[in-house]
């Protein structure tokens, strides 16, 4: 990759992004790298255990440039070995040859880039320390996960606690995208003096789609997950759809998204008796049809029983669309009185009352003052920003 000279060189490792058999993980980790792009030079290394069937080798290579971000894929084949030690031991030195193979693919040798960026702990956080120890090349961590809260008890393991907790010792900054996540990691002892919350990154479309004028009368309602009930609780929220279309006709619910439950929620309209005309799913939407869908409606509405800091409220946000949600994980540090509603988890009285006290005009939001705040700060120039002093700050440490 040709860098330039006055600009830091960063490198990417990434546990989550999206690639050839799925557009959507880590999404929120593409964005991040192309806000990155904006004032430094970015190469990304993402390794991918799939089949052998699906491989013409032990390991493939995929190159992509674009928004500026150089990325490599490496896709390796997944052991068969029938003694699950030896496979295990298999799996693991085929993801470091992976990685290997990613980073002389974007870097070549001698390694070229100031510091490592590592998005999702904990192995690749290894590597990054790794370099750190022999090349003195400092790292800044990402974390997105939801392992570490309470509710998910995911944070096991005596070999990866102590490990996790010497990368996040050594890293120069430590990042999440909310306080709850913070408070969660620094429970488990992950202790590191510079803990930073950093926003997840608005797809640029969504700044590009006009404010849209709504239906006095029939208010749309919005909602926007990845489909698994066991987290979104979609099932409480067609409950709730259904006792306000007992009572009243001036709405309509769109449900955008699929997943797992998809099927069965879709199923459970019927179930209920949801009248059609007041409920539809739409399946995945993406980019700019996503946007403007999001656009029509009034309002967002979130159910779940467990979060991090789900993007679709920012990108609600932008669109200067209020946000009705459970306050679990850190949505509570987005959502106040002037841009949406909270309910405690699992209410569905408390979010139905709310719900009906919105369509019968009982308090309202200033679109134009969300969407305005909203581009102030989930923009990939803001963000951008943010990430470049990160950088610099983890540079001067390390002299």
Same mark, same amino acid.
């Given at each position: 990759?040709?860098?330039?000279?006055?600009?830091?060189?960063?490198?990417?490792?990434?546990?989550?992004?999206?690639?050839?058999?799925?557009?959507?993980?880590?999404?929120?980790?593409?964005?991040?790298?192309?806000?990155?792009?904006?004032?430094?030079?970015?190469?990304?290394?993402?390794?991918?255990?799939?089949?052998?069937?699906?491989?013409?080798?032990?390991?493939?290579?995929?190159?992509?440039?674009?928004?500026?971000?150089?990325?490599?894929?490496?896709?390796?084949?997944?052991?068969?070995?029938?003694?699950?030690?030896?496979?295990?031991?298999?799996?693991?030195?085929?993801?470091?040859?992976?990685?290997?193979?990613?980073?002389?693919?974007?870097?070549?040798?001698?390694?070229? +880039?100031?510091?490592?960026?590592?998005? =999702? %702990? &904990? @192995?690749?956080? $290894?590597?990054?320390?790794?370099?750190?120890?022999?090349?003195?090349?400092?790292?800044?961590?990402?974390?997105?996960?939801?392992?570490?809260?309470?509710?998910?008890?995911? +944070?096991?393991?005596?070999?990866?606690? =102590? %490990? &996790? @907790?010497?990368? $996040?010792?050594?890293?120069?900054?430590?990042?999440?995208?909310?306080?709850?996540?913070?408070?969660?990691?620094?429970?488990?002892?992950?202790?590191?003096?510079?803990?930073?919350?950093?926003?997840?990154?608005?797809?640029?479309?969504?700044?590009?789609?006009?404010?849209?004028?709504?239906?006095?009368?029939?208010?749309?309602?919005?909602?926007?997950?990845?489909?698994?009930?066991?987290?979104?609780?979609?099932?409480?929220?067609?409950?709730?759809?259904?006792?306000?279309?007992?009572?009243?006709?001036?709405?309509?619910?769109?449900?955008?998204?699929?997943?797992?439950?998809?099927?069965?929620?879709?199923?459970?309209?019927?179930?209920?008796?949801?009248?059609?005309?007041?409920?539809?799913?739409?399946?995945?939407?993406?980019?700019?049809?996503?946007?403007?869908?999001?656009?029509?409606?009034?309002?967002?509405?979130?159910?779940?029983?467990?979060?991090?800091?789900?993007?679709?409220?920012?990108?609600?946000?932008?669109?200067?669309?209020?946000?009705?949600?459970?306050?679990?994980?850190?949505?509570?540090?987005?959502?106040?009185?002037?841009?949406?509603?909270?309910?405690?988890?699992?209410?569905?009285?408390?979010?139905?009352?709310?719900?009906?006290?919105?369509?019968?005009?009982?308090?309202?939001?200033?679109?134009?003052?969300?969407?305005?705040?909203?581009?102030?700060?989930?923009?990939?120039?803001?963000?951008?920003?943010?990430?470049?002093?990160?950088?610099?700050?983890?540079?001067?440490?390390?002299?």
């Amino acid at each position: 990759m040709p860098f330039s000279n006055s600009r830091l060189k960063i490198l990417n490792l990434c546990r989550w992004y999206p690639n050839r058999y799925d557009p959507m993980p880590g999404l929120f980790i593409q964005r991040h790298a192309e806000a990155a792009a904006l004032y430094t030079d970015v190469s990304v290394v993402y390794t991918h255990m799939v089949s052998s069937e699906k491989l013409n080798g032990t390991y493939e290579i995929d190159f992509e440039e674009k928004n500026e971000v150089h990325t490599v894929r490496v896709y390796y084949q997944e052991p068969k070995a029938k003694i699950p030690f030896l496979n295990q031991v298999v799996k693991a030195w085929r993801f470091l040859k992976a990685n290997e193979i990613g980073i002389k693919a974007v870097s070549g040798s001698p390694l070229n +880039f100031d510091l490592v960026h590592v998005h =999702v %702990l &904990t @192995r690749l956080g $290894v590597i990054a320390l790794y370099f750190k120890w022999k090349y003195g090349i400092p790292f800044v961590i990402t974390e997105h996960w939801t392992r570490y809260l309470n509710l998910k008890q995911r +944070f096991k393991g005596f070999f990866r606690k =102590v %490990l &996790t @907790r010497k990368v $996040v010792k050594h890293a120069a900054v430590v990042t999440a995208v909310s306080k709850d996540l913070i408070r969660a990691m620094q429970n488990h002892r992950l202790k590191n003096r510079d803990y930073r919350v950093i926003t997840n990154v608005v797809d640029p479309v969504f700044f590009e789609t006009d404010y849209l004028q709504k239906n006095h009368y029939v208010k749309e309602l919005v909602h926007v997950s990845c489909f698994t009930d066991e987290q979104k609780n979609i099932s409480g929220l067609l409950r709730i759809v259904k006792a306000l279309s007992d009572k009243r006709d001036d709405f309509h619910f769109t449900f955008i998204g699929e997943g797992e439950d998809f099927d069965k929620l879709k199923n459970e309209v019927g179930r209920l008796t949801i009248p059609h005309e007041r409920i539809e799913f739409t399946g995945l939407l993406e980019g700019r049809l996503l946007a403007e869908t999001m656009a029509k409606a009034d309002a967002l509405v979130l159910f779940s029983n467990y979060e991090n800091m789900p993007v679709v409220i920012n990108e609600s946000f932008v669109l200067g669309v209020p946000v009705f949600s459970t306050d679990v994980g850190g949505i509570a540090e987005m959502i106040n009185d002037k841009n949406g509603f909270l309910v405690a988890k699992g209410d569905e009285q408390s979010l139905k009352k709310a719900l009906n006290d919105f369509l019968d005009n009982k308090f309202s939001f200033d679109s134009d003052k969300i969407r305005e705040d909203a581009h102030n700060k989930f923009s990939r120039e803001a963000i951008g920003k943010d990430l470049l002093e990160i950088y610099q700050t983890a540079l001067k440490k390390n002299k």
